[in-house]
């Protein structure tokens, strides 16, 4: 990717980060850039907000699909986007690749924070065990201590993608469509069984429409700290009841992906209740929804 195309990327971000208020750092979006700068021509390129509280004032950034050869983590060490840890966060990663195929990564950065996260996504028409993702020694424990729950519902050997949130240590679990635990009586059974707060309509009628779910999970607690539904829509605004209005007006006015399906996920938590992200594309690759409907392929924490 030229300078020049990377000075374009970043005025992008600029652009879409004015629609929301939020004030893109420079210091923080120009570093990962130029450290991923190799990978991002065969990269779907996604701006994502969120309605939540947790995630006010900031404008997250998604790479999906770089090069399975590529270690996003060490990129991101090597380049000083992040400090080094000891904690079992740091080494998920490496941990999975070295037991699992891993045919694509993504990473995830905010303009305010910098980077994130980490998406290591397993071949489509490949899905894998949970048991034996239970067994990586640096997995939660939290994960071996729900396998009866995942169990219960069919989840066993679903497994599409791992995401790894360095900054809050969380990991999130993908799973491929199960079309019966979309239905309303299931999701608010598996609900229910994770001690979440009842689902709204809105969330029901969601998840009839989404195409997976995942769930996060963290080295500090047994639960399943959030479950999430994801969606692709052509009009957000058609899944949700109302969003508030600089999301709207982000939705409105963002010139990038407008003849392009939205990414929408509905979230819930003990703590923050039900939350929405909305994803817009600025570089679309048609492979990547094929991807998405075996591996759910986003976001969100």
Same mark, same amino acid.
């Given at each position: 990717?030229?300078?020049?195309?990377?000075?374009?990327?970043? =005025?992008?971000?600029?652009?879409?980060?004015?629609?929301?208020?939020?004030?893109?750092?420079?210091?923080?979006?120009?570093?990962? /850039?130029?450290?991923?700068?190799?990978?991002?021509?065969?990269?779907?390129?996604?701006?994502?907000?969120?309605?939540?509280?947790?995630?006010? %004032?900031?404008?997250?950034?998604?790479?999906?699909?770089?090069?399975?050869?590529?270690?996003?983590?060490?990129?991101? /060490?090597?380049?000083?986007?992040?400090?080094?840890?000891?904690?079992?966060?740091?080494?998920?990663? =490496?941990?999975?690749?070295?037991?699992?195929?891993?045919?694509?990564?993504?990473?995830?950065?905010?303009?305010?924070?910098?980077?994130?996260?980490?998406?290591?996504?397993?071949? %489509?028409?490949?899905?894998?065990?949970?048991?034996?993702?239970?067994?990586?020694?640096?997995?939660? =424990?939290?994960?071996? %201590?729900? /396998?009866?729950?995942?169990?219960?519902?069919?989840?066993?050997?679903?497994?599409?993608?791992?995401?790894?949130?360095?900054?809050?240590?969380?990991?999130?679990?993908?799973?491929?469509?199960?079309?019966?635990?979309?239905?309303?009586?299931?999701?608010?059974?598996?609900?229910?069984?994770?001690?979440?707060?009842?689902?709204?309509?809105?969330?029901?009628?969601?998840?009839?429409?989404?195409?997976?779910?995942?769930?996060?999970?963290?080295?500090?607690?047994?639960?399943?700290?959030?479950?999430?539904?994801?969606?692709?829509?052509?009009?957000?605004?058609?899944?949700?009841?109302?969003?508030?209005?600089?999301?709207?007006?982000?939705?409105?006015?963002?010139?990038? %992906?407008?003849?392009?399906?939205?990414?929408?996920?509905?979230?819930?938590?003990?703590?923050?209740?039900?939350?929405?992200?909305?994803?817009?594309?600025?570089?679309?690759?048609?492979?990547?929804?094929?991807?998405?409907?075996?591996?759910?392929?986003?976001?969100?924490?």
């Amino acid at each position: 990717m030229s300078g020049t195309a990377v000075e374009k990327l970043y =005025s992008a971000i600029e652009e879409t980060a004015g629609l929301l208020d939020v004030t893109c750092s420079r210091d923080k979006v120009w570093p990962v /850039l130029a450290s991923f700068e190799d990978a991002i021509p065969q990269a779907a390129i996604l701006f994502r907000v969120a309605t939540d509280k947790r995630h006010a %004032g900031e404008l997250n950034l998604h790479f999906m699909m770089l090069p399975g050869d590529v270690d996003p983590y060490a990129l991101a /060490l090597s380049n000083d986007l992040m400090a080094k840890t000891e904690h079992p966060v740091g080494s998920l990663l =490496s941990d999975i690749a070295e037991r699992f195929p891993v045919e694509s990564y993504g990473i995830d950065f905010g303009v305010v924070k910098g980077f994130q996260k980490t998406w290591s996504c397993f071949p %489509g028409n490949s899905m894998q065990s949970l048991s034996k993702l239970a067994e990586v020694p640096s997995v939660p =424990s939290s994960l071996a %201590g729900n /396998l009866d729950f995942f169990s219960r519902y069919g989840l066993d050997e679903n497994v599409t993608l791992v995401g790894i949130d360095f900054e809050h240590r969380t990991m999130n679990v993908y799973f491929g469509e199960v079309a019966e635990l979309l239905e309303p009586d299931a999701v608010k059974s598996m609900l229910r069984d994770l001690e979440m707060p009842e689902p709204s309509e809105q969330l029901l009628n969601f998840a009839k429409q989404s195409f997976g779910f995942y769930a996060t999970l963290s080295w500090d607690s047994p639960r399943i700290e959030r479950f999430c539904y994801a969606a692709i829509a052509p009009d957000p605004m058609a899944l949700l009841d109302q969003v508030e209005p600089k999301i709207e007006h982000f939705l409105k006015t963002v010139p990038y %992906g407008v003849d392009d399906p939205k990414a929408v996920y509905a979230a819930t938590s003990p703590n923050d209740g039900e939350f929405y992200k909305i994803q817009s594309y600025y570089q679309w690759r048609p492979r990547l929804v094929n991807h998405m409907h075996t591996s759910v392929s986003d976001s969100g924490e």
